[in-house]
């Protein structure tokens, strides 16, 4: 059974998500309203610095190929592959948003299922500008 570990979101990021989850109609969003629904909403100020939000950036690791990998979590419009800015609405931004460092999560990707692990947070203020 895939792990689902205690996420959470900061209210602000729930509120701008929330429309987006309306029209999208994929399965990752079916997945990112789930999430949305058992994670803990508290304001953006009172949420850890080591917990990922949006326009975060962060760093995880696949765990069994400890492979490493930076980005940053951003809404669907600022999604850019190539620059590392991978959407909410992507399986691995889905899986991403509310975990803190240390934790894990067992996630469907493509390729099957993979167990990532956050590595690191970086809250900077121009990471949560947006």
Do not use: H, K, N
């Amino acid at each position: 059974m895939p792990s689902t570990p205690p996420i959470i979101v900061a209210s602000e990021d729930r509120d701008r998500l929330s429309p987006l989850l309306a029209s999208a109609g994929s399965e990752v969003a079916a997945s990112l309203l789930a999430e949305l629904e058992r994670a803990e909403i508290v304001p953006l100020a009172e949420v850890p610095y080591d917990v990922v939000v949006m326009e975060s950036e962060l760093e995880y690791e696949v765990v069994g190929t400890r492979q490493r990998r930076r980005l940053q979590l951003v809404f669907p419009r600022d999604a850019d592959s190539d620059a590392g800015r991978v959407s909410v609405l992507a399986p691995l931004g889905c899986a991403l948003l509310g975990l803190r460092v240390g934790q894990r999560i067992d996630w469907e990707m493509p390729g099957g299922m993979r167990t990532l692990r956050v590595v690191a947070v970086d809250r900077s203020p121009v990471a949560v500008a947006g």
